[in-house]
């Protein structure tokens, strides 16, 4: 069977060109691109993860949000539910719930730098600095190309000197 014929590789191909236009910052074009796999396949956690991102970088917080949850009850077990939920709500003044939600994420997304990075953040938002900084020296062991945006990240103002 020919990757045309079928329709896993075919929205899997279409979704490469959204990511594409998404990562070379052509939003509108990832939107257009991405209209046409929205309309042609069944949402799926991989059309889900990538409309996610673009909400994303468009800020449509709520909308990411309820994408989000939808992902979490999809794939309970994939833990880009959980990062990009906690997301929205630190974004949404919600910092206890992001909190919360992080809390809630599988064990295996507790391995990922990421998680480690965000709940620096969050925890530096709500003024627990020394938790923070611990997060925040896990998420550097894992990753340690994280040091640089930290010191970029207005969350971690209050940690600028000592990063």
């Not at 709520?62 to 979490?72: M, Q």
Request: charged share 25%; aromatic share 8%; hydrophobic share 40%.
């Amino acid at each position: 069977m020919s990757c045309f014929n079928d329709p896993t590789s075919n929205s899997e191909s279409m979704l490469q060109v959204v990511r594409g236009y998404y990562e070379l910052g052509m939003n509108e074009d990832a939107w257009q691109e991405f209209q046409l796999v929205e309309k042609n396949f069944p949402a799926s956690p991989s059309i889900i993860q990538v409309k996610l991102l673009l909400l994303l970088k468009d800020e449509e917080w709520a909308d990411a949000l309820a994408l989000s949850e939808e992902l979490r009850r999809m794939q309970p077990h994939n833990g880009a539910g959980f990062i990009h939920g906690a997301y929205c709500l630190h974004e949404l003044n919600r910092t206890d719930d992001a909190l919360a939600l992080l809390d809630k994420a599988p064990d295996t997304v507790r391995d990922e730098a990421i998680y480690h990075y965000n709940k620096g953040c969050y925890q530096a938002a709500i003024g627990d600095v020394e938790t923070a900084r611990s997060c925040l020296r896990k998420s550097f062991d894992l990753d340690e190309r994280l040091v640089d945006v930290a010191r970029k990240d207005p969350d971690l103002i209050a940690l600028q000197g000592s990063l």
